[in-house]
């Protein structure tokens, strides 16, 4: 039989290495794996907190330099370049275009701007460009009125398309910028507005060619037109006849002009236009113009002596 029998091995009695471990080892664990969740969970809250919070700071910063920088006067649209503007004033396109006031150039919308602007009836095109830190450059291309018409006791100002640009105090013409070329009485009810297509600009653009040819071509100079309500075309001249044209509404009608005027060509070969005592010249059927002649006076009758009677 052997010595050590009746004795307990020896890692038994070390309570390190013991399976069965002393109490205060096992308290021990037991606290720590009580606590150690807790505390886990405390260090995860913390930085739960403090990223949110780290991103807070952040994001107001950057919206405080944002500020800044747009109050800033650096950064001020303090030089506005306005070119191609005749019928608009200086203040009008500011206005406009939101540049009134020195606006802050990152604010400065320029499509925005564009938009405004083609708004006006007179705008035909614009292009705006920025240059940091405080320049902006505005280009207009500009309508210039055409014709004057009147209608329904107003007088309207048309483009080259027959779009209504605005309102004129009368029917006066002119040569110089900015000034109508032709003269339209239009006997039609109503009034027009703003921005409305009233005429075909075909149209217009001839009734202009045909303003500055007449006194070469035809030796009459016209005062201005005539429409009615069917919208028949007449070109009143001075000292001279009148000339009808026919109705003028449809692009077919607006192509028979030159058929017309060579008609009224052919006339003005045969007789002087000028002084032909005529009242009107018809050409709504080219192929057979019509005239009318002023009316001679009638040459008036002496009175009869009335009879004496005898003493």
């Known amino acids: 039989m052997s010595r050590n029998r009746g004795r307990r091995p020896l890692r038994d009695l070390h309570p390190r290495i013991s399976r069965r471990r002393g109490t205060s080892v096992r308290l021990r664990r037991?606290?720590?794996?009580?606590?150690?969740?807790?505390?886990?969970?405390?260090?995860?809250n913390f930085g739960g907190l403090v990223r949110?919070?780290?991103?807070l700071l952040v994001l107001v910063a950057q919206l405080a330099l944002l500020v800044a920088l747009i109050k800033s006067p650096v950064l001020a649209a303090h030089q506005v370049l306005i070119t191609g503007n005749r019928q608009l004033s200086r203040q009008q396109v500011l206005d406009r275009a939101g540049l009134r006031g020195d606006p802050s150039m990152l604010l400065l919308s320029t499509d925005q701007a564009v938009?405004?602007?083609k708004l006006n009836a007179y705008v035909r095109s614009v292009s705006i460009r920025t240059t940091l830190p405080d320049q902006v450059e505005?280009?207009?291309?500009?309508?210039?009125?055409?014709?004057?018409?009147g209608r329904g006791g107003g007088f309207y100002l048309l483009n080259a398309q027959g779009g209504i640009l605005g309102i004129a105090p009368d029917a006066r013409t002119g040569i110089g910028a900015g000034q109508p070329h032709v003269a339209i009485t239009w006997?039609?009810?109503?009034?027009?507005?703003?921005?409305?297509t009233a005429l075909p600009g075909r149209l217009l653009q001839d009734l202009d060619k045909m303003s500055s040819a007449f006194p070469t071509a035809y030796g009459l100079t016209i005062s201005g037109f005539a429409l009615d309500a069917n919208q028949k075309l007449t070109a009143n001249t001075t000292a001279g006849p009148r000339i009808l044209f026919g109705q003028m509404a449809t692009d077919e009608q607006i192509d028979s002009l030159d058929a017309k005027l060579g008609s009224l060509r052919s006339l003005r070969a045969k007789i002087d236009l000028a002084d032909s005592k005529l009242v009107y010249v018809d050409l709504e059927n080219p192929a057979a113009v019509t005239t009318?002649?002023?009316?001679?006076?009638?040459?008036?009758?002496?009175?009869?002596p009335s009879p004496t009677k005898k003493p």
């Open 138 to 149: 505005v280009e207009l291309l500009e309508w210039e009125p055409l014709a004057v018409v």
């Open 52 to 55: 949110p919070a780290t991103r």
């Open 30 to 44: 037991r606290t720590r794996a009580a606590t150690e969740p807790a505390r886990r969970s405390s260090d995860r």
């Open 292 to 304: 009318r002649a002023i009316p001679s006076p009638t040459p008036s009758v002496a009175p009869s």
């Open 187 to 196: 006997a039609a009810p109503g009034l027009m507005r703003l921005g409305q």
């Open 115 to 117: 938009a405004q602007l």
